[in-house]
């Protein structure tokens, strides 16, 4: 009985015509194709896109610096007296090597402040540039100022 | 002028259309179509900014063909690289010639036929030219230096001889069914016997289309070319305007290959039902032969994007040891039908019946099978 | 006996002397003419590092005899980046975006494994909601790294639509990893101790919508390539393993479930939550390309489940456990392993007390089930070669690291 089975099975073609099914079926679905540059898929709150930095909440602290893994975070700051004769810290250096970053949130991860002071919940990510030299060291000015509609984003809702 | 010199201008103007019309449809609509029609299989839009719904996508593939650098290989055989896509394509378009695309036509006073030359030993040309476009793969897979290339070329050598059998085996059933080689004249028989041959020859249909699929070397049969095994095999050291000929050469046999089988078995340009739907003769031959003809090429596109690829010396296997045999009794058979009524073809019209109830009830039997295991498996 | 120093160094030098003259004057190559016209030897062909037949920078030294091979050399080395040393130079939570590049296609599951390893070490106690959440996100991936299996097996034989379809529902689980952690491939999605983040408040209707889906399209997949002949002709029969050879080269994961063997780490060592899961590990019978495609499918059935019973036992409560904010672990050698789809994925962690490991290795399951191919291909033609490297399903970053 079996084996009557198994010839029936073998002169119908029948997994053949299933098959054939599948694919005329999918002829007329709905297609999923997003057309890109016209339309864009959002992405979502916790992407991690491009990283923006905050100056006046930094507070200088270089814990982003020490948990980079690739060590792309170049810092230098020195102290200056403000007018309340008080010694703060004055950025003058905050480099960022775009080529080499890895998006791994690490650095928004050890930031103290709260808000952050360098997050990359920006939900950018079309980061291509013509020249290589665009993208080698972001100084503090392009850091700050790329993108000025942009807010830190905090994680708050549970599951 | 007398009607010798009209005629033979006419039938200059002819080849010439073939030679002209034909690979711009090759180039234009069916690899538009492939690819657009592969992708909305696999879920995807195909091609669709070049022009509007991406129509002129194969303007921009032969322009990019064109102007690709044409490289040689440095110790490649020249003249043998040269003719390789040459070989592939003549045959192809050349058996073209044969193909009766309606009756005639009346332009302005001047009556034609819709067919190059009416050859009386039709199909026995075809045979003998399809058999020497397996040339133009071997000298491309030898003449390019790699010895990649010639496996490929070697391997697809193989599978077109080999499948040439089976083909003019399914064909000599249709020739025994018609009693003529002619393909005006089998079109002619269909249409005096009101029998299309498809009904008494299901099976030869069925061989002739698979054998088919396989002399043009499209998936499931497409080893010597699969990418990702060879990669492309014998046409890897082609590129610029040879390579499109390659191109063209396989599917302008992909057009053969189906247009063939509709003339054969599907009427050519007669229209369906002519007893039950008269109105229907009123859409031109033409029309009719073109949308059989795309609703062969549709199903070459539906095969590809389908199937896995056979192994090669389960090819082999398949084509010497089933195709063949199956072949031989199917000539048998429809011979015994032919005899048993040569007059009005009943004989002929019973084996139509018992194939079509045969195959309904396999059908029936199969997914009733299927549907138990899966009540059962649940 | 013992020899003297001077008879060291004397030997030393005649051995560098040797192989100097072999380098210089190399002996002269003997190519016998072949005797009669049809003498066959052997054609050595090189499966390079690129090709089409993609799953990465993999060079393959073939020895054919016509197109049956004789032998299958892998030659690995193309990718690598020196994960291992990177390690020793990083703390343990910087190394945890370094493990997602390993087996790119599967992520969650190294940094599983690596953050179990110092978890172990640290001794620290996972809240329950981080492990219903760490089993999601692996199930999850397992599913995503099997239909990326699926697709490029398939186009390798030739059956080019499956990959489309493939892709199409991995996009939808991109997106929830995407939602998740932020990232789609590269998720650093796990930290030590726990979770870097909860779940948003739709991911887990959004999760279960898709699960309760899913087997229709498996369904779909199916119905292309179980039952297909074509399908069934080139993989039935095709690099047979027994299973005891499975064990004795030590593979792991779908490679040796297909053989019969039933050894899956979430059964056999089980690790977070599994052990209160109902779950069955599919297993093969013939231990041939088809049981292992068999398997693989059954095993993206078994995980929809998984993640269905996961999602129901979801109780609001902590994602991360006490960790300190340093991490020292005390001076022990630590191993741990998870089933990653792939098979066995483990670290061995060698620390010293400092804030950076001393040694940590890893145990890649690609790199493991590579070894047999050369086994597996022995005997076959080249077309089945393609079949093969699918088959033991590698990812050219494990192996290679």
Redesign the interface.
Known sequence: MTLL?KW?????L???F???????R??M?K???I?YPEEKKE??????GMFRLDEERCIKCTLCAI???INIIYIDWHNEKNEANKSVKVLDRFDVDLKRC?????CE?ACPTVPKSIW??TKTYELATYERNEALYLDIDKLTEWDENVKPFT?T??? | MSPATLQTILTAVKILLIVMVVPAIVGFVIVYAERRIMGFMQGRLGPNRVGPQGLLQGLADLVKLVTKEDLTPTRAEKVSHFLGPVLSVIPALTALALIPVGESIRIGGVETSLYVADVNVGLLFLLGITSIGVYGIILGGWASNNKFSLLGGLRSAAQLVSYEVPMGLSIVAVLLMSRSLSLVEIVRVQDRLHLWFIFPGLLSFFLYFVSGVAETNRNPFDLPEAESELVSGFNTEYSGIKFAFYFLGEYTAMIVVSSVAVTLFFGGWLAPFPHLLPGLRIVPGIVWFLIKVGFFIFCYIWFRSTFPRYRFDQLMNLGWKWLIPLSLVNIMVVAGCVLADTRHGRGLRGLGWVYTGFFILLFALSRLRRRLAAAEAR | MSRTPEQDEADYFAARAKAAAALHNPPARTVEAPKTLFDVTEMELNFGPQHPSTHGVLRIILKVDGEKIVDAIPDVGYLHRGTEKLFETETYPMAIPHTDRMDYVAAATSNHAYCLTVEKLLGVEIPRRAQLIRVILDELQRISSHLVWLGTSGIDLGAVTPFWYCFREREQILDFFEEYCGARLTLNCMRIGGLPFDLTPRWAEAVRAFIDDFPKKIDDYETLLTDNRIWKKRTVGVGVISAEECVEWGLTGPVIRGSGVEWDLRRAQPYECYDELDFTVPTGKNGDTYDRYLVRIEEMRQSAKIIRQCLDRLEPGEIKGKVPRVIKPIAEEVYASVESPKGEIGFYLVSNGTNKPYRLHVRPPSFINLQALPRLARGHLVSDLVALIGTVDIVLGEVDR
């Open positions: 089975k029936l099975d073998k002169l119908s029948l997994d053949l299933d098959g054939l099914g599948v694919t005329g999918h002829l679905t297609k999923t194709t057309q992405p979502s709150d916790r992407f991690r948990e980079c893994p890895m998006f791994c949130q690490l991860e990359l919940t994680i809702e549970q599951g």
